[in-house]
């Protein structure tokens, strides 16, 4: 089976006194553009422009390397990829369960918490390279590391 390319982008956010803002990008997409198209195409409302990245600087998400491997989850197995446009993780979050296996990290069960109704079963999975996605997370840590200098 192919397996999905991640990457972590990180943009200064001056709404949030100029903190870093990450999104996860899949094949060079960002979450937030793929999770838009999903939604408005399936019809939910509201859709579009609804989410936005973590503020790993602001909120206590642990290490990146813990956190997006599912170590982090809550007690249902998810974990938070997206928070809300507005910057607030809770607000209008999208989660998943993050699965690490032998070569794979996968990322399935997609579920935006206060829209049970919501059918997200056609969103993911996604597959990464497990050596890739390692790779992505250990950037991602680093980029924060050095910006908290």
């Known amino acids: 089976m192919a397996s999905n390319e991640i990457q972590f982008d990180c943009q200064r956010r001056d709404d949030y006194g100029n903190a870093l803002e990450v999104i996860p990008c899949i094949d060079g ?15 939910m409302q509201p859709a579009g422009d609804a989410y936005g990245g973590l503020f790993p600087q602001l909120f206590r998400f642990g290490p990146m390397d813990d ?3 599912g170590r982090s989850a809550d007690a249902m197995g998810m974990t938070l990829l997206l928070g809300c446009e ?15 296996t032998g070569d794979l990290v996968t990322w399935d069960s997609f579920e935006q918490p206060y829209r049970t109704k919501r059918d ?4 993911g999975p996604f ?3 497990r050596n890739q996605y390692v790779d992505a997370v250990e950037a991602l840590s ?3 590391r050095s910006d908290n200098t």
């Open 29 to 43: 997409i960002p979450l937030t553009d793929l999770i838009d198209r999903f939604e408005t195409e399936a019809g």
């Open 67 to 69: 956190y997006f491997q």
């Open 86 to 100: 507005c910057g607030e993780s809770g607000c209008w979050p999208l989660e998943a369960r993050i699965t690490v």
């Open 120 to 123: 997200y079963t056609a969103f």
């Open 127 to 129: 597959q990464f390279d």
């Open 142 to 144: 680093a980029e924060l």
